[in-house]
């Protein structure tokens, strides 16, 4: 699962969908009348903001969105491209120290085509 992107990127989808619906249920509990007086969510362009199950959950609840401009300052490259990939290869793996940890993530760079950079 982990090294097919597709699958990585649905995996997060219904993680972040779970992440909005744990924030719906706590809205709730917490401020109630929120909800009915709208919610508003910034997004990027990122896949999990995109994707059709996230945008039918949004649809649902009737949360709208302010799009955050692309290559905006606050968000590097490096978040989406980079450490996305990163975090996928490391998900569900353990490791019993720090050394080991640094010793996978050098070898998973190592391992990068050239061309990933660019």
Known sequence: MW???FRCSAWHTDRYCETLDRLR???LRKRPGLLRSGVVLQHDNATLHTAKRTK??????RWD??????HSPDLALSDYHLFGPLKCHLGGK???D???L???VRDWFSKLDANFFT
Request: net charge negative; charged share 35%; proline share 11%.
């Open 3 to 5: 090294n097919d992107p």
């Open 25 to 27: 249920h706590s809205v």
């Open 56 to 61: 039918d959950w949004l649809e649902r609840y």
């Open 65 to 70: 969105i302010i799009p955050h401009p692309a």
């Open 94 to 96: 353990k490791f019993e």
């Open 98 to 100: 720090e050394d080991e």
């Open 102 to 104: 640094i010793g996978e």
